[in-house]
């Protein structure tokens, strides 16, 4: 099955600084990767995702960046805030109705 | 739109009995809903996938007589935790994917139950 890892487990940025967080996965054949943003005790929300036929997505401060070749991804966050503080999740699918994997997560705090 | 909810939101039960957790899509349609539980500081852990008007797929080491899975609706999925024990406290989370048909892959989470049993 697929296994996705993501690094680092914990990362402090000041506040206006960049933050990087890189996932790879395992299954070639994986074609949908999804970023949540999780706060405590609340839901994950999407807060962007890419697709195996585009190599970079921005929105706003947030931008996703794939290497299908590499099979890694990563998730950048520019000019952070302190409200940017939470759990970030990496995930990847095969899309079309089947199952997410995703990866341990990455708490970000923002030191204002 | 693509709004998930769940209820309860949270539940004290005791142990030995039964608990049974809703998810409902409340715009949307959906063919396949997740279950996923969480601990403290870790991350989503997928149990099932229910897809409606068919058995659920579990996941390797996952109970399926104890963790029951009912897809009754396009927008209703439900979690029974039977003879629910302390180690089954966590926090449970559903997630469903828009559409019956098309792309199928964003997925949507509901606000997530926290079991606590004594």
């Known amino acids: 099955g697929e296994n996705v890892e993501q690094h680092p487990s914990t990362l402090s940025v000041q506040e206006g600084d960049s933050a990087v967080i890189k996932c790879t996965y395992s299954?070639?054949?994986?074609?949908?990767f999804p970023w949540y943003k999780q706060e405590l005790g609340k839901r994950p929300q999407l807060i962007i995702d890419?697709?195996?036929?585009?190599g970079e997505k921005k929105d706003q401060r947030i931008a996703v960046t794939l290497n299908k070749t590499a099979k890694h991804f990563s998730l950048h966050i520019t000019e952070t805030q302190p409200e940017d503080s939470a759990v970030y999740f990496c995930?990847?699918?095969?899309?079309?109705?089947?199952?997410?994997?995703f990866g341990i997560g990455t708490k970000l705090q923002v030191i204002p | 739109g693509a709004v998930v909810s769940q209820h309860p939101s949270w539940v004290i039960c005791k142990s030995g009995t039964s608990v049974k957790i809703e998810c409902r899509s409340l715009d949307f349609q959906a063919t396949t809903m997740f279950w996923y539980r969480q601990f403290p500081k870790q991350s989503l852990m997928l149990m099932a996938t229910?897809?409606?008007?068919?058995?659920?797929?579990?996941e390797q080491g996952v109970e399926k007589d104890k963790f029951l899975i009912n897809h009754a609706s396009l927008t209703l999925s439900t979690l029974t935790v039977t003879s629910a024990h302390p180690e089954d406290s966590s926090f449970y989370i559903c997630?469903?994917?828009?559409?019956?048909?098309?792309?199928?892959?964003?997925?949507?989470f509901g606000p997530g139950t926290r079991l606590t049993v004594l």
């Open positions: 890419i697709r195996s036929n585009v």
């Open positions: 995930a990847a699918s095969r899309g079309g109705y089947q199952k997410v994997t």
């Open positions: 229910s897809n409606e008007g068919s058995k659920a797929t579990y």
């Open positions: 997630s469903a994917i828009p559409g019956t048909s098309g792309v199928g892959d964003t997925q949507y």
């Open positions: 299954d070639s054949a994986s074609n949908y």
